[in-house]
């Protein structure tokens, strides 16, 4: 940074235990997703400035929106269904991962290996609590296999699932033939926050999201599970003998199984994040208070910086991220060619660069982008290394053979 005007110059990082400095000629880019990117802007001194102050940090931007607004997809993975045959082959890992099953995906891209996550399908619906039908609020994906597809080898375990959990539920069905749909809350009212754990850029920040915060979202979630068990009723599920696995969460057994407060409940244990989070540095006009970024990604309070990544979706789109996170990177950089169309490299005191946005933001008119060769903090470095050279050279000489008094 450059304290007085708040411009920054480059980035500082460590690669192979070596720490350097890059610098920018025109503007900084920070894209280290919606965990990564407010992390670094607190560590640099963009943020809540309470926060940065528990951690000693210099304050260059009071931003009170960094690491706030965090967006995610909750997703239910506490159901299960039996079925007694298959239309396309087996759903356990035993019978599918083989030889002959990766050479049919190799030679023809088919077979279960061609089902990226073991998705075979995904719905959009609107359940009838969505006040705005315009975009759905749940989405469902339709598995093949369920927990109990590996009996506990892999699927429980990156699921962080205790094993005598698993064993609760799962361990009577292990290796049998099922499917599953999972139920996501596209639109929850549920925010959470990244916060700094340490200065020290090498530990990972602290995430706060706690899941069905809201009632609301809960009530969505429910929906949608009952129109799941509606979908495995369908002539086409019963024609594979579909079945719902009915053995409870151990914590819930005291419900009914089935009843809206046994699922109420199964919820709290088999809710995961769907990994979408965002939104941690949000994009909003100046009036808003915990904007980050503006309507061209550019920092507010600084210059020549912009967020490009997930965290910047003011709220989870409806959908998985990939794309959208894709289309953010397509128009930021539009927006970065254009904002540099007309820059002068020879006359950079000239240029007057101006982004389009509406007025309210920090131009990126600055010293220009000819910074390092109007940057004079190389001429300390400069001296010094000019003073211990001299002085090296001086040692020597007066070390030398011939400059000794023998
Ligand atoms: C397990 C998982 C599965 C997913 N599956 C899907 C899917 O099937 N379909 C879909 O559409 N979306 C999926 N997503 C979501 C999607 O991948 C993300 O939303 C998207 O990649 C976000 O892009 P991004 O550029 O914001 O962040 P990222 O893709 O996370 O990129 C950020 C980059 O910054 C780097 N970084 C972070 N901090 C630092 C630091 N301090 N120093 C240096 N580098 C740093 C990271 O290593 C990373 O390379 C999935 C996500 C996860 C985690």
Redesign the pocket.
């Known amino acids: 940074w450059n304290p007085k005007t708040k411009r920054a110059h480059g980035v500082e990082?460590q690669k192979n235990g070596v720490k350097r400095i890059v610098l920018a000629k025109k503007e900084v880019i920070l894209?280290?997703?919606?965990?990564?990117?407010p992390?670094?802007l607190m560590l640099s001194g963009i943020g809540p400035e309470e926060h940065l102050r528990e951690f000693d940090i210099n304050v260059v931007s009071n931003l009170k929106g960094v690491g706030q607004n965090l967006n995610d997809h909750h997703s239910f993975f506490g159901i299960t269904f039996l079925m007694n045959r298959t239309n396309t082959g087996s759903t356990i890992e035993k019978k599918v991962l083989n030889i002959d099953q990766f050479l049919k995906w190799l030679k023809l891209g088919r077979g279960p290996l061609s089902a990226?996550?073991g998705?075979t399908g995904i719905g959009y619906v609107n359940t009838k609590n969505n006040t705005d039908k315009s975009y759905p609020d749940t989405e469902y994906l339709f598995t093949i296999g369920s927990f109990n597809s590996d009996a506990g080898r892999i699927l429980r375990k990156s699921m962080n699932i205790r094993k005598d959990v698993y064993d609760s539920i799962y361990g009577n069905i292990n290796n049998r033939e099922s499917w599953s749909i999972i139920p996501v809350v596209l639109r929850p009212k549920t925010r959470g926050s990244i916060k700094l754990k340490s200065k020290n850029?090498f530990k990972y920040p602290k995430l706060y999201y706690d899941f069905f915060q809201y009632e609301e979202d809960a009530d969505v979630m429910l929906e949608a599970i009952k129109n799941v068990i509606k979908i495995s009723e369908t002539e086409a599920f019963q024609s594979i003998g579909s079945q719902i696995h009915k053995t409870p969460i151990r914590d819930c057994a005291h419900f009914e199984f089935g009843c809206d407060d046994y699922w109420r409940c199964a919820m709290k244990y088999f809710t995961s994040s769907?990994?979408?989070?965002?939104g941690t540095c949000k994009m909003g006009p100046q009036s808003d208070p915990d904007a980050v970024v503006n309507d061209q990604l550019q920092v507010y309070g600084v210059t020549n910086l912009r967020v490009?990544?997930?965290?910047i979706f003011p709220i989870v789109p409806s959908?998985?991220?990939?794309?959208?996170?894709v289309m953010?990177?397509e128009k930021a950089s539009d927006m970065i060619k254009e904002t540099w169309k007309n820059y002068n490299e020879n006359e950079p005191h000239k240029n007057t660069l101006r982004s389009r946005s509406s007025g309210h933001v920090p131009s990126l008119h600055s010293e220009g982008p000819g910074f390092i060769r109007n940057d004079h903090s190389w001429v300390f470095p400069y001296i010094w290394c000019l003073l211990s050279h001299f002085c090296l050279v001086f040692s020597f000489v007066l070390s030398s053979p011939e400059s000794s008094p023998d």
């Open positions: 990082f894209s280290a997703g919606a965990i990564g990117s992390q670094i990226p996550g998705v850029p769907l990994y979408h989070q965002s490009v990544d997930a965290s959908a998985h991220l990939y794309a959208p996170t953010v990177g």
